[in-house]
């Protein structure tokens, strides 16, 4: 057993998320989506919420397509992505609709986080 939050000096809150890609995904004590990866010998917690602006609450929900998506202090869903640079799209801001869990998959593939 290996202690990433102390090699990463990140602590976590919440659940982390195994990326089915490769890396982790959590919430840190702050409220920053972070990315935790081994590469060239040595851990990174990337602070995404850093790159991006966007503070999130609860646990980061992985699809398999490699989207990450979070709720924030203010329910919005969040997607946050690569395009470039890290992008995090407000999906509550252009649909309306709120969430109050983080989010998950459903049992049939579903999109779920009511």
């Known amino acids: 057993m290996y202690d990433v939050s102390t090699a990463t000096n990140t602590k ?3 659940t982390p998320f195994e990326d089915p890609n490769g890396g982790v995904w959590a ?3 702050n409220g920053h989506l972070r990315q935790f990866y081994y590469t060239n010998g ?3 917690a ?6 991006t602006g966007v503070n999130i609450s ?3 929900f992985v699809d398999t397509g490699g989207g990450v998506w979070a709720r924030d ?3 919005h869903l969040w997607q946050f992505y690569v395009n470039g640079s890290w992008t995090a799209a ?15 998959s ?5 999109f779920a986080g009511s």
């Not at 990337?46 to 790159?51: R, T, Y």
């Open 27 to 29: 919430q840190d004590a």
């Open 73 to 75: 202090t203010n329910n």
């Open 12 to 14: 976590v809150a919440g």
């Open 46 to 51: 990337f602070d995404v919420s850093n790159a």
């Open 106 to 110: 459903g049992s049939n593939g579903e």
């Open 90 to 104: 407000d999906i509550t801001g252009a649909t309306g609709t709120s969430i109050h869990t983080s989010p998950t």
């Open 42 to 44: 040595t851990w990174t």
């Open 58 to 60: 609860g646990n980061p």
